[in-house]
């Protein structure tokens, strides 16, 4: 299913809250562009905070709440609990992008922190198979550490993706049944790849298409092999290159400045 007809808050009616805290869980994984800084070994989300620590809006990327932020709190009106494992700078694995820092937790590292903390399903945080959604928003900065260093795109994307679906499916092996997985934006059209000119906003662009069209193919085959899982897709890239292609109109200046307050599309 696509999110093109189902609206992010919508897809949370699609799962029962049946746990004891009558609410629904999200466990979410990606980089900057989802981050809250959330601490696993710090307050687990509550009523009082749904998306645990630090207090919301977290520690964002962006002047204020981000979309995970919207989502758990400010459009919804369910009890969601939102574990938020994603890290600023992630790429899928060390071992074949390195983050530009060591302290990156990439998206192996954050399904490992869930799997060391919480896929018990504990007494603090009893999620089930049937309301909690796991998704993963990653492959920014896969692309955008490599893009550049004359790699067959397509020979390596699927090197990307079969480590991206290994870590999904250890998810799957504790139960987890419900997946968003979100595809990556134009980068070939932010002010970081336009300022290395034509060529690089091509190989970009061409690396982006590759690797959406890739993981749409890698899903399907996911949904298809796998009984009882359903998978849901946000096409980021269909949304920012709308956005993109209109700035003024969703309140943005224009589509290649970078600033910190909320008229600018890049941060």
């Known amino acids: 299913m696509s999110l093109s007809s189902v609206s992010l808050t919508a897809l949370f009616a699609l799962l029962p809250s049946v746990s004891a805290h009558g609410a629904n869980f999200w466990f979410s994984f990606g980089d900057s562009y989802t981050q809250t800084d959330f601490n696993a070994t710090g307050p687990l989300p ?4 749904p998306i645990g620590n630090p207090p919301f809006p977290g520690g964002t990327a962006t002047p204020g709440p981000n979309w995970v932020g919207y989502v758990t709190e400010t459009y919804n009106q369910s009890l969601l609990f939102t574990y938020n494992y994603a890290f600023s700078g992630a790429t899928i694995d060390a071992n074949l992008v390195l983050p530009f820092s060591p302290i990156v937790q990439t998206l192996t590292d954050q399904v490992n922190t869930f799997l060391a903390t919480v896929s018990n399903k504990p007494a603090t945080t009893p999620w089930t198979s049937k309301n909690a959604l796991f998704s ?4 920014i900065n896969d692309i955008d550490l490599t893009f550049q260093n004359g790699q067959d795109h397509s020979a390596f994307t699927d090197t990307l993706l079969n480590a991206y679906f290994a870590l999904v499916n250890k998810l799957v092996d504790v139960g987890a049944r419900n997946f968003l997985f979100v595809n990556v ?10 300022a290395l000119g034509a060529s690089a906003q091509t190989l970009n662009k061409d690396f982006v298409d590759t690797y959406n069209a890739k993981l749409a193919a890698k899903v399907n085959a996911f949904r298809l092999s796998k009984n009882g899982v359903k998978t849901f897709m946000w096409d980021s890239h269909q949304q920012f290159t709308t956005i993109l292609n209109h700035p003024t109109v969703f309140g943005f200046q224009d589509a290649t400045s970078i600033g910190s307050t909320p008229n600018f599309f890049w941060g």
């Open 136 to 139: 993963i928003w990653i492959g």
């Open 46 to 49: 509550s009523v009082a905070n």
């Open 185 to 194: 934006p134009p980068t070939d059209r932010s002010p970081k790849t336009i």
